[in-house]
């Protein structure tokens, strides 16, 4: 054979296979999922985390937590608009005048899934099972623990009494669980209310089937006392890669995607052009810190942990703070997706949001920050380090999340800053920060909580109660924050049931623990997500002006979600499949020609 | 068989020949007991690295799963005894090869579900995807490179090995998220035809599911491919360069036979002995799941529930894990091992 008519036939078979290919590509369009193949609108939601368990008894994380809101109700929820208690199970509450007593009344027009009433005794023994049984506290022990008693004298009343006087009775955020189902359950540490389908419910949604890292498919209940949710199904499907969920929205696959906790800054840039693609800028609920170990102790008095000393003078921290630029850590490494830190419960709870007064503040001010600590007797040696009172200069080691890029890129800037005050920083970029935090061997770290609409829980963490019990046990304690007059407003604000009384305790408290510089908020991540516009036509956001969508207090996203009209996105997924299949075939049977007949040629070529 | 084939000697080695199969298996045996005692002593090499290897990491693991949780002393006491934290570690040590001999690895800090439950959950999954990614990047690999190796030095030669050299340095996140913008999302005139993700839309039964699983499958096991047949092409491509010189081909070749034939019956089953090892180590990784592709592709297998496990970290789910990762590799080179001396009766002697 001539190298021209071999040439030839290379081109001849380049060009079947590019047609075949071209044929092949063209032959699928894609697929949307919003619109299931029997015809029902199906709200698809991307999802990072896997599921620790589906019993609300032991769940903890925030996409399990979530799920419950949505199969389960509670006996109060969370106002959209404003985060104030609402009814959900309880239609109204009560506390006796000496306010130990609560007493709810339930409602009567809400049905478990199998046709069974949900009564006050679901909630009773819900509440009961908690106070007695060790597993079933697992995860919500905490809201039981100043429980006294709790009856249920009829079918719509529930009785609540209490140890001492707790403002938080209308922030119980626990699901309520059908007794006849429950009660059936033998060890309640390991039931992990995932094999029987459909789960028996009461909230908007019914859990219908759930494969353990691939998805959770709920079913909308249309029997659900507020009203059916106007999607038929919401899945909330599990995406291990966060550009894979981002490429998931692009293509219309999923309706939804939040991040852990939030988009990327790139990725939300990226969404911003794209068109059906709505990205939701909110406010966030988080706080981010900087916190100093001010000397790991337990209840007992005794300290352990090996915190530097000078951090236990206020002028080191407060100096530390004011060599913070705020401002930069929003522009450069939030990218403007954050807003510039200041109290400790970020501004969308603003019945509790409090900023330091003018002269209270702990503005960007190197040079004061300089002149504090010279005051505070740590000056400067030859090289231009500050040196400690053991003469040693001061480096600190700075505990920081391995996987939060915000972490490192902060850690970067204190370096530099700090640096230019004469003070050392070991970024201690770890997988597991829990440990060394726990035991107190850290000087500062990286700190930072969702706020719930009922404070108490962020608060509480920092109350010398919190502390462990010992240095070989485990407190509820964030930092070892342990504080008398801090603790006094604590207690004053857990007995106050006037909400602007207890706003106003609570203010004092952020202005204390502000001043003490133990915990300085640097910034409030904005709560950044996307949705398809072409998918869901309106949701509601928490709160309901600005707010986000993915883990609100509340079942308000999803409940409220509404399907767009538009059919663009209506093609079934079962012709995507045979689509993909088809290609997929072609393409193998293509290859496979392609080899057969290079083969023979070189056969041929040969003889 | 030719034609002069002498028949009288061939009935008086008759006796011995008869002797010898028997001597062969004693000898076969002998070396499989050695093997087989080589792998159980790196059996339990693995457990008991794998018990105090991760109680090397600091700090105490029931705080560690309950940290940033407000728990009382005693409830901790309870989750002490509930793991078995609170004996001294030699009796954990022998309570735990206990319950490994029973194949009981533990119950998970995180889901609360015994270790070997989870394994049996996401095993058949990564069986699946990796699988199939191994059948065929085996079969690409040997046949592309024992054809590069016949025709070296050529076009298709340089063409095949540099590709193969290629995209065997490419990290496979990284082809994946590719795979993904242009063939999942769609870029240009590619529409999107495969799922972001997964390894099934859900709600499907049947041979719908099958289908299902079947689009899910290509583009990570495309990744799969494309990342891995390279080692299998060189391996087999420079073993088959190291027969090329042989005597015994160029009487195959001086017989008349068909080049095709020579390659085939000849060259490759001397070539493959190398092939076959690296066959067996990735037959022991395809258990082990590819980590970073199951994450790009959100595939639910073992890759993935090992990455949960370090992340807790989870003790007993990553303790198990690494026991079962490392025992199947040693039962894959084991197995080769005893293949071995089937393909090449001069080893084993």
Redesign the interface.
């Known amino acids: 054979m001539s190298t021209h008519e071999q040439h030839s036939r290379a081109w001849r078979r380049l060009l079947a296979a590019t047609a075949a290919a071209a044929l092949t590509l063209a032959a699928g369009l894609v697929p949307q999922q919003a619109t299931a193949a029997d015809g029902n609108k199906v709200l698809t939601v991307a999802v990072a985390q896997s599921v620790d368990s589906l019993s609300p008894f032991l769940a903890s994380r925030l996409l399990s937590t979530s799920i419950h809101r949505l199969m389960y109700e509670y006996l109060t929820n969370y106002d959209p608009e404003d985060a104030r208690a609402v009814p959900a199970l309880a239609t109204k509450w009560e506390p006796s005048p000496d306010k130990l007593t609560w007493t709810y009344t339930i409602r009567s027009d809400s049905e478990w899934s199998d046709g069974k009433q949900a009564t006050a005794e679901d909630a009773a023994w819900t509440f009961n099972k908690m106070m007695t049984d060790e597993g079933a506290a697992t995860a919500n022990g905490s809201f039981v623990a100043n429980f006294r008693k709790v009856t249920a004298p009829s079918p719509t009343e529930l009785v609540i009494e209490l140890k001492k006087p707790q403002a938080t009775m209308t922030a119980l955020d626990v699901p309520i669980v059908p007794k006849h189902i429950w009660e059936k359950v033998g060890d309640f540490s390991e039931f992990n209310n995932d094999k029987t389908f459909p789960i028996v419910g009461n909230g908007p949604f019914i859990l219908t089937d759930y494969k353990p890292d691939s998805y959770v498919r709920l079913k909308a209940n249309k029997d659900f006392w507020r009203g059916a949710p106007k999607f038929d199904e919401l899945v909330f499907r599990y995406y291990k890669d966060q550009d894979a969920a981002v490429a998931a929205l692009r293509k219309g696959e999923v309706s939804f995607v939040s991040g852990s906790p939030s988009l990327t800054p790139a990725q939300a840039s990226s969404l911003k052009g794209e068109k059906n693609v709505h990205v939701n800028d909110a406010p966030g609920r988080r706080f981010y810190a900087l916190a100093v170990n001010p000397g790991a102790r337990a209840k007992n008095g005794e300290k352990f942990g090996d915190g530097d000393p000078s951090l236990l003078d206020q002028r080191v921290r407060h100096a530390l703070f004011m060599a913070v630029d705020r401002e930069t850590i929003i522009d450069k490494v939030f990218r403007g997706y954050a807003v510039r830190g200041e109290g400790y419960i970020p501004p969308r709870f603003d019945s509790y949001f409090w900023k330091p007064a003018d002269g209270q503040e702990l503005a960007h001010d190197p040079a004061e920050a300089a002149r504090l600590l010279d005051q505070a007797g740590y000056k400067k040696n030859g090289d231009g380090k500050r040196v400690g009172k053991d003469g040693k200069p001061i480096d600190y080691r700075l505990l920081c999340h391995a996987t939060d890029p915000n972490d490192k890129a902060i850690g970067q800037y204190l370096q530099e800053w700090w640096g230019e005050l004469g003070i050392g920083v070991t970024l201690d970029c770890l997988d597991n920060v829990t440990d060394p935090w726990l035991a107190g061997t850290y000087d500062l770290a990286f700190d930072g909580w969702s706020v719930n609409p009922d404070p108490d829980f962020v608060l509480s963490i920092h109350t010398c109660a919190a502390l462990p019990a010992t240095p070989k046990d485990t407190g509820a304690t964030d930092n070892f924050i342990c504080d008398k007059q801090y603790d006094d407003l604590y207690a004053k604000q857990l007995a106050e049931y006037d909400p602007a009384k207890r706003a106003d305790l609570v203010k004092q408290m952020e202005s204390r623990l502000y001043d003490l510089g133990y915990m300085n908020v640097m910034a409030y991540p904005n709560a950044v997500e996307a949705y398809r516009t072409d998918q869901i036509e309106s949701i509601t956001t928490m709160p309901s002006k600005a707010g986000n969508i993915y883990g609100q207090d509340g079942y308000w996203s999803w409940w409220s979600a509404t399907p767009a009209d538009s059919d663009g996105s209506g093609d079934s997924g079962s012709t995507g499949v045979v689509i993909g299949i088809v290609a997929g075939a072609v393409l193998l049977v293509g290859a496979g020609v392609f080899f057969a007949l290079r083969r023979r040629s070189t056969a041929e070529d040969r003889e | 068989m030719t034609a002069d084939a002498p028949s009288a000697p061939a009935v008086e080695a008759a006796a011995p020949a008869v002797r010898e199969p028997r001597a062969r298996t004693t000898r076969y045996l002998r070396y499989g007991a050695g093997k087989v005692g080589g792998a159980a002593v790196s059996l339990l090499a693995v457990l008991v690295t794998g018990f105090f290897l991760f109680r090397l990491?600091?700090?105490?693991p029931?705080?560690?799963m309950?940290?940033?949780?407000?728990?009382s002393?005693e409830?901790?006491a309870?989750y002490r005894r509930?793991f078995g934290l609170d004996l001294p570690l030699w009796q954990q040590f022998t309570a735990y090869c206990g319950k490994v001999l029973t194949g009981d690895l533990g119950?998970s800090y995180?889901?609360?579900?015994p270790v070997i439950d989870?394994i049996s959950?996401?095993l058949p999954n990564t069986l699946v995807l990796t699988g199939t990614a191994f059948v065929l990047y085996t079969l690409l690999g040997i046949?592309l490179g024992t054809r590069s190796a016949w025709?070296h030095g050529g076009l298709g030669d340089r063409l095949h090995t540099g590709l193969a050299l290629t995209l065997y340095s490419v990290p496979s996140?990284w082809l994946g998220?590719l795979l993904?913008?242009v063939f999942?999302?769609?870029m240009g005139?590619?529409?999107?035809?495969?799922?972001?993700?997964?390894?099934?839309?859900?709600?499907?039964e049947g041979f719908?599911y099958v289908?299902?699983v079947?689009?899910h499958l290509?583009l990570p096991v495309i990744t799969l491919v494309a990342v891995e047949y390279g080692q299998t092409l060189l391996v087999a491509r420079s073993a088959l360069l190291d027969e090329m010189g042989s005597d015994y081909l160029t009487t195959a070749r001086a017989k008349g036979l068909?080049?095709?034939l020579v390659r085939r019956r000849h060259a490759v089953p001397n070539a493959l002995l190398p092939t076959v090892t690296l066959i067996f180590v990735n037959l022991g990784r395809t258990v082990a799941g590819v980590i970073l592709v199951?994450?790009?592709?959100?595939w639910?297998g073992l890759g993935?529930?090992f990455?949960?496990a370090?992340?807790v970290?989870d003790l007993p789910l990553v303790q198990g894990l690494f026991l079962f990762f490392a025992g199947t590799v040693i039962v894959m080179n084991t197995l080769a091992d005893l293949v071995y001396p089937l393909l090449d009766p001069r080893v084993g002697r």
């Open positions: 990491i600091p700090g105490d029931v705080k560690t309950t940290g940033g949780r407000p728990i002393a409830q901790l309870s509930e119950t995180q889901f609360r579900a989870k959950e996401a046949v025709r996140f998220l993904i913008t999942a999302v769609g005139p590619i529409p999107g035809m495969f799922p972001t993700g997964g390894m099934e839309s859900g709600g499907e719908a289908l299902d079947a689009h290509v068909r080049d095709d199951e994450t790009v592709f959100s639910p993935g529930l990455y949960q370090l992340s970290p």
